[in-house]
């Protein structure tokens, strides 16, 4: 089970920051060329558009993995131990069932509205979005992990 866990850290980690890196090379590229020569692509905005939202999503999955993502705790710093265990458990169990809406949620919006084409590059859209439902997969693979680890140090 860690060398699933390990190879899909690995993974997310490696496609983020390969993404980060492409889409900062795109902004600078597209910079340079307004600025210097008065060229603009309107495709070319869009992608770094679709990369921002990307690397908005998976680094939202990474920060969640790394314990960092945005929680309150002011309530439950104040339980004891055990209690804070159960509660935290709670809490992994309601984002469980938060990702899933997200993803049934997702893809009956994708079905809707997915093939809609984006006006520069000229995909359907439905690419774009799917990074919902993916990102909620991952999601969810690390909050499981999160219940388990909870669980198992209880005992």
């Not at 980690?13 to 340079?32: E, H, Q, Y």
């Not at 804070?84 to 990702?99: G, R």
Request: aromatic letters at 18%; one cysteine or more; charged letters at 15%.
């Amino acid at each position: 089970m860690n060398r699933i866990i390990e190879i899909v850290d690995s993974l997310l980690m490696k496609i983020t920051i390969n993404v980060i890196a492409l889409m900062t090379i795109t902004i600078i590229i597209s910079v340079f060329l307004r600025y210097l020569f008065g060229i603009s692509y309107v495709w070319v905005q869009e992608l770094i558009v679709f990369m921002f939202i990307f690397t908005t999503f998976f680094g939202s999955v990474l920060a969640f993995r790394r314990g960092e993502h945005l929680s309150i705790d002011i309530f439950s710093i104040k339980f004891p131990d055990k209690a804070k265990k159960i509660v935290n458990i709670f809490f992994d169990i309601s984002i469980l069932y938060l990702y899933w809406q997200v993803i049934k949620v997702s893809f009956k919006w994708i079905n809707k509205v997915g093939n809609v084409v984006t006006p520069g590059i000229r995909i359907p859209m439905k690419y774009l979005y799917f990074i919902l439902p993916l990102s909620a997969v991952f999601m969810i693979f690390y909050v499981v992990i999160d219940v388990y680890q909870r669980i198992k140090n209880c005992n």
